[in-house]
């Protein structure tokens, strides 16, 4: 049975908790955006045990490098990029806290490994309705490394982001559920 | 001779490339609104709904389809009776980096080993053929990182036949799942060697959704495969559903006596092509 939440961030274990791969969840809040560049620079950081430019216990991720924004707006087209780029970082985040990532595409069993033993989630966004989402987004701004341009670490105000649960924190998997569904073997 | 200024092809690939990224051609459109009258998904046909949606703000709000707005792709015809006064590759180059500046597109090429971003979207990629006339022929390809990073290509043995060809292609499909952001369209190239079966793959691209081969052979060939990765279920947005993708075009053409190439070029549903003549 397919549930909706309505989630705001900073989350905590209680409200992710709850979730089921194919729940629908709609985010309002803060989520960073960050993508290979930067994801590779805050696991150096914390390898030498030194301070990160964002907070991560309870935070969200986004990887999304948006198109840059045309005047009068807050950010360009702003739909995932593909989340398997972030897997060798992300189990070191989900240590350290954070509670949700949000992208497209399947993440590897480490990363589902990770997200059961640290209770935390990975939702989707549509990926290619890069125009949709940014709908969702009320403010943007840099907060660290803007030598990366597209790819630096973002600060975004989200409402109601449209977003469904692909792993939960008992390990269950949307595509590998839906693609069984609707498998025809010859 | 017929000289075409080089200012000329500056400002056509200019636009083209904003247009391509922000107006979804209507043959996709058409054909994601055909895809959810068959999608069996309710989830599916959902996402399919809201990929129209998406095209329709974009449209209507001057804003990318998708955030990747690629790199340059450009298919170009010079006809042998036309020059450009000037530099040929540099108008090009030009007309990309001055649309990516002024339809603030996204600047989406690096370095391969330091990732430091070129800042404008260059260097682009010219896939450049001398043809009969006097007319040149562009097409702009915006083509994004994610359905490319799951494109592939192999060297089969020639013993591996249509049966392997087809084997590879929904393996392919099957180990992108949702990665390349599903509903895609399958380029594949048949043939010709290493390189040019991939140019093969992306140019069957070009090819208008709806519209059959002109190869009557390869209509056949086209549709059993479109059937093959549909039976994969992955479904759009690799969700589950009977719509994996949306069609399956083939270019082929004669290979070496000991080869059969075959490149698999997925695109996304994000398709943007436009093509201008001057």
Known sequence: ?186 | MRTIPAQAVVEAVKVASIQANIELGDDVINALKGAVEVEASEVGRDILKKLIENAAIAREERIPICQDTGVAVLFVELGQGATVSGDLYQALEEGIRQGYKEGFLRKSVCDPLTRKNTGDNTPIIVHLDLVPGDRLRIWVVPKGGGSENMSRLFMLTPAAGWDGIKEKVVQTVSDAGPNPCPPTIIGVGIGGNFEQSAILAKKSLLRPLGTPNPDARLIRMEAELLTAVNQTGVGPQGLGGRVTSLAVHILMMPCHIASLPLAVNIQCHASRHVEVVL
């Open chain 1, 1 to 186: 049975m397919v549930k909706e939440f309505h989630l705001t961030t900073p989350l905590s274990e209680g409200d992710v908790v709850p979730l089921r791969a194919g729940d629908r969840v709609t985010l309002t809040g803060i989520v960073y955006t960050a993508r290979d560049a930067a994801h590779r620079r805050l696991i150096e950081l914390i390898d030498a045990k030194e301070d990160l430019p964002i907070p991560i216990e309870g935070q969200v991720i986004y990887y999304v490098g948006p198109s840059p924004a045309p005047p009068g707006r807050v950010i360009g087209a702003a739909g995932p990029t593909t989340s398997y780029r972030m897997d060798p970082f992300a189990p070191k985040l989900l240590e350290m806290g954070l509670k949700a990532m949000i992208g497209k595409g399947k993440r590897s069993k480490e990363v589902v490994d990770a997200m059961v033993r640290h209770k935390a989630v990975y939702l989707a966004a549509i990926g290619g309705a890069g125009a949709l989402m940014a709908k969702a987004v009320t403010a943007a701004r840099v907060v660290a490394y803007e030598d990366l341009g597209p790819e630096a670490i973002r600060e975004l105000s989200v409402e109601r982001l449209p977003l469904v649960v692909v792993n939960d924190i008992l390990g269950n998997d949307l595509y590998e559920e839906g693609r069984k569904q609707y498998r025809i073997t010859v």
